[in-house]
């Protein structure tokens, strides 16, 4: 299984971007994906998750009403909306996904074992 995040950028604060996290070797049913972010000097944290199948989402509080993750069944990709960006949105931006992921864990990086290389996001002021 292979991930392949894209769609970051440089962008004004308030602008908006659209990630893409595209998987290789296997199609995302019965996955759950999330987009983690880290930004310089600090850890990965957990910024949105769906499970593929129920269509359930998670977000973290400071992007709840400004980040929308959804999901195109055809085209086996999740999508992270990003709307209203502010400066501290910048960070590198991970999708990961994993089949045994529970609720309970979805906003913990431990519980997935497939990573994508990243895209960077950077907001100006």
């Known amino acids: 299984v292979q991930l392949q995040a894209s769609g970051g950028g440089l962008v004004q604060a308030g602008g908006s971007l659209r990630l893409s996290c595209e998987m290789s070797?296997?199609?995302?049913?019965?996955?759950?994906v999330g987009w983690f972010r880290q930004a310089p000097g600090k850890e990965r944290e957990f910024a949105a998750g769906i499970r593929w199948n129920s269509g359930f989402t998670s977000y973290e509080d400071s992007v709840k009403g400004r980040f929308t993750i959804s999901k195109d069944n055809a085209k086996n990709t999740v999508y992270l909306q990003m709307n209203s960006l502010k400066p501290e949105d910048t960070a590198v931006y991970y999708c990961?996904?994993?089949?045994?992921?529970?609720?309970?864990?979805?906003?913990?990086?431990?519980?997935?074992?497939?990573w994508g290389q990243g895209t960077l996001v950077t907001v100006s002021s």
């Open positions: 070797g296997d199609t995302f049913r019965g996955y759950v």
């Open positions: 990961a996904a994993d089949r045994n992921v529970i609720v309970s864990s979805l906003r913990s990086s431990r519980a997935y074992d497939n």
